[in-house]
């Protein structure tokens, strides 16, 4: 792309406070957009070929509030990303992540965490240091156990669809908010499933379609009508 093309982009976000630009084949973090660090709100960078971000420049947005850069070929976060503390909307589906910075919980505002298609192994423990985090999409990675830990996790909904989980801790249970668990595509039995699920959790919709058991049988445990038929009706 022209460089007046991306100087009209920079010039449109200087007064919009929102810098979008998909579907062009960069393959960097655009440099220009260090004349913007004091107002930006928004960037959207989906659809490119961004291998990595400038650690010197990521964690000079100040005021960002949403970052977006779904479908690029990321393969690791700077740890300057975390300085972020406006940042409450931060979406990396299909890039190439294996894990997230330490520091990952110190980005106090995030409310909607996306992360669906990249190579996590495991749920990052840095999520439980987020206090505000509502959404968590991590479907379609290569999570294969949930540890203890989930218990501490704040989020309302958390989306673990299409990944090879086979065992999930009691502790699941003990989630304060947790309202909406996705489990679709796994490889869970019914027999992994904590029963606590029904008899002592905030879940009210649990998805878990296309596992090693039948729905009907899940179904046909205690607590499972009480918890979820009104629930069935209420989301029908």
Known sequence: ???????????????????????????????????????LRTIDLSNNKIESLPPLLIGKFTLLKSLSLNNNKLNILPDELCNLKKLDTLSLNNNHLRELPSTFGQLSALKTLSLSGNQLGALPPQLCSLRHLDVVDLSKNQIRSIPDIVGELQVIELNLNQNQISQISVKISCCPRLKVLRLEENCLDLSMLPQSILSDSQICLLAVEGNLFEIKKLRELEGYDKRFTATKKKFA
């Open 1 to 39: 792309m022209g460089n007046s093309a991306l100087r009209a982009h920079v010039e449109t976000a200087q007064k919009t406070g929102v810098f979008q630009l998909k579907d062009r084949g960069l393959t960097e973090f655009p440099s220009d957009l260090q004349k913007l660090t004091s107002n």
